[in-house]
Structures are given as structure tokens and as C-alpha cells.
């Protein structure tokens, strides 16, 4: 019998889906120390965990010839797991896309509303009982429709936010990729960052993590954007440098920002939270019930095949 390890508490589904499997089942949400990780190659057939749980190079050169032979991993971005190194290993890896695109594209509108509209500030000033009341110059923000948005990554989440953008707000879309796409509304390819920057009103960050975009939105292209524009980020914390970040929002060299994912989380910068022109959100990209159930059920299904040396629907 295949022998499992599901790195975080799971719903019903999930118990239900692995029947006839030997399944340890963590009733905690932290992430794997070093020893289990570890543990987690060499007891296991197959692992389920998720961000956070540190799939090092240092962590495979520790276990040596694991008997783990897949790490089915829940959620899309994977920069947390060294794929050389699994694989060099022996063991595969696998994500969950498509489970998140709608979830993570909503989480970015509702973050460029809620920046743009400066609706964080509205609701910390009615909470704290000083509002004193509808006038004609109450915290006015930028309207967002009509503006023009500019998408950096425009795979599967960025053409969903592409598509809100466009149909749901009038919103002229530029985006910024390795190759231009064929889309079913109007969008230019601009091929150099800073030129992109410059030329929206929002900017929204929808690349994967990883060594190729880490710090891709630095000094320079903060510097680039226009003094009312502002920045998303829903895709991974460390494509932003968040030191960077603070001092254009401190300066109001920029119009703000809304983040869900932070460079070091869940440390989120004392001086970051004390502003006011940002939007702070703990991660929500997937925070709903039906999504986040199509994940686990997906990664199930990934864990599944591997540890039955077949190739998992989403190798990566």
C-alpha cells in the first residue's frame, strides 16, 4: 500500500479520494520543518504540500535516495520546490493551474478597486468612529473605468484579468510578455517593462516566482510608472523588491499599491503597514471554499498518478 503524507489539514473530499492509500494527515497549518521535510522524502511514496514547505536543494542533498517518488504540490506557483533538484532526484513535481485563474483574477480587481477607490482607507476611517459624514471632497481616488491597464505575464491569470479589464470596465489593455498572443479583444505587446510602466494607469503583476522574475519590478520601473499610477500584485511576493516598494509609496511617487503576496511572508514590513496609499490583503488569490476544494482534488489526483509511476495531468 502506497504510503502518503498531506502537509495540511484537508476537507472530507480529499479523506474520501484516498481510500485504500496509507494516509498521514498533518492537523496543523505551519510549514514543514527541515526534519519533516526530510521525513517527508524518505518515509513517503508521495507528499501533498503546499507554499511554504521548502523543497530545497540542501533539502533532497539531505535525503539522499528518497522513496518519494512525487510531490504534488497545492497551488500553481511552485518556486518553493527546486524542480532540478527533484528531478535529479528521481521524484516529480506537479502544480494546480486552472483551478485558480478566475479566483486569483477576482482577488485583482478587487485590489485595483479598492486601491484606486482608496476603499481600505474609507473603511479604517468608519471603523474608527471619526467619520463625520458625506462631503463633495471625502477621499475622491481615480476612477477606474475608461483607464488603461497594463498586465505583466499574460498567461492563463493575466488574459483573465485582461478580459475583466476590457468587458467589465472599458479599460484599455497593454501587456507585457515574452511573445505577443492572440486574444479576442484589443491588447498591445509592449516588449520593454519601463515603457509599459509609463504608459498605464494600473500595472498588475500576474508572472510566476521564481529565480527569472525575482525583482523584476525594482527602483527603476517603479520610477517609470506615472506619479497616479498604481501597482497590483497577486502573483508571488519576491517579483516585487518590496524596499523599493515602500520608498516610492512613502514619497508618493506613485499613486499606491495593492498587495496580496509579500517578499518575506508573512512578514509584512512595519513601514509598509503604516501607510495608507496601500492595500494590504493575507493572500486570498484562492480564498474561497469551491476553489480552493478543485485544488485539493486536483493535486489529489496529481499525487495519485505519481505514486502509480504514471506522468500527473499537471507536471511541471
Known sequence: MKKLLIARPAPDEVHAALEGYEVSYRDTSDPLTDDE??????????VLPTLGDRFSA???AKAG?????????FGVGYNHIDVVAA?????????????VTDATADIAMTLMLMAARRAGEGERLVRSGNWSGWHPSQLLGMHLTGKTVGIVGMGRIGQAIARRCHYGFSMDVKYFSRS???????????????TLAGAVDVVVIAVPGGDDTHHMIDAQVLAAMQPHGFIINISRGNVVEEAALIQALQNRSIGGAGLDVYEFEPDVPAELRALDNVVLLPHLGTASHEVRVDMWMMAVENLKAGVAGETPPNAV
Open 58 to 60: 540542501d533539502i533532497f
Open 87 to 99: 528531478r535529479d532526484a528521481g521524484v516529480l513535481v506537479s502544480n494546480t493551474p486552472g483551478a
Open 37 to 46: 521535510l526530510v521525513a517527508a522524502l524518505n518515509d513517503f511514496d508521495g
Open 180 to 194: 505577443s498572443k492572440t486574444l479576442a479583444y484589443p491588447a498591445d505587446h509592449v516588449n520593454d517593462l519601463k
Open 65 to 73: 535516495n528518497p522513496r518519494c517518488k512525487m510531490i504534488a504540490n
